[in-house]
């Protein structure tokens, strides 16, 4: 009996404390908390473990893409323009839910794409990337950057039998709402500003730039209030998680949609 109460004081103390540790590191989100019924997407996948990945050439390339794919102005300074990676995006290395993960991408290539107006592939679609949210450069097709992107982003898609199929693919669906960018002012100097900076600079490496000549140009997906609306609502603020509604979201995505960025460069509409 004694052993009981005691298991149950800890459980008092311990499970609110950890509880309130991984809702702070972002791991949790508040609504997931209050709706245990909610299905848990966090849960439903596990991505490969990295000890995995070949000790050979193949996997060299595959960790290699990680890298790139981690602090890509780091590793392909020639390609990048401004201080975003990959990740700033894709969060989670690629395989967060709702934050456009790349966990079975390359079995959707190729595929017509509305922007370009073709059918692209795989490799076409981390070339717009590079040109638009890196506001830099198209990598070589069959150069050693995009090798390992490739075969980073296809061995994180590879097959887990025994495991339940991923959940979250794309970006969250929201309902097209007018957006008041005075209020998302507002928004972001309460909610984004801690970590973005106030004039959107951001704080690398974890914080990336929101505009300005270090963030993505005018012609990335991100600059579409309606996709970073979708962004944002369930992936911002990355500690307090689902702590914005929809309505938030689309104010602060045209708050910051109004602000000075890079032009994207034409030469490299045909990616």
């Not at 507002?186 to 004039?199: R, V």
Request: hydrophobic letters at 35%; glycine letters at 10%.
């Amino acid at each position: 009996m004694k052993l009981r109460s005691h298991i149950g004081i800890w459980s008092l103390i311990f499970v609110p404390y950890v509880v309130i540790v991984l809702v702070g590191l972002g791991y949790v989100s508040l609504p997931a908390l209050m709706h245990p019924n909610k299905p848990a997407i966090w849960s439903a996948w596990q991505a490969p473990d990295l000890d995995t990945i070949p000790p050979d050439q193949s996997g060299d390339s595959i960790r290699y893409g990680l890298h790139l794919f981690r602090e890509t102005p780091w590793y392909a300074p020639q390609f990048t323009g401004n201080r975003l990676s990959c990740s700033d995006c894709h969060i989670g290395d690629g395989i967060a839910p709702y934050a456009s993960p790349m966990v079975g991408l390359p079995a959707l290539f190729p595929m017509y794409n509305k922007r370009a107006g073709h059918v692209i592939s795989l490799k076409d679609r981390i070339q717009e990337c590079f040109t638009r949210s890196e506001n830099g450069r198209p990598l070589p097709y069959d150069g050693r950057e995009m090798r390992a992107l490739v075969a980073y982003i296809e061995w994180l898609s590879q097959p887990e039998p025994g495991h339940k199929p991923f959940a979250g693919r794309g970006l969250m669906k929201l309902p097209p709402m007018h957006a008041d960018p005075k209020h998302g002012e507002q928004i972001y100097a309460m909610q984004c500003a801690g970590c973005h900076g106030a004039d959107g600079s951001g704080s690398r490496p974890l914080m990336p730039a929101l505009w300005g000549p270090e963030s993505f140009n005018d012609g990335a997906g991100m600059n579409g209030i309606s996709k970073m609306a979708r962004f944002v609502q369930f992936n911002m603020p990355q500690n307090r998680r689902g702590m914005l509604s929809a309505q938030e979201a689309y104010d602060v995505a045209a708050y910051i949609h109004a602000q000075p960025r890079p032009p994207f460069n034409p030469a490299y509409k045909g990616y």
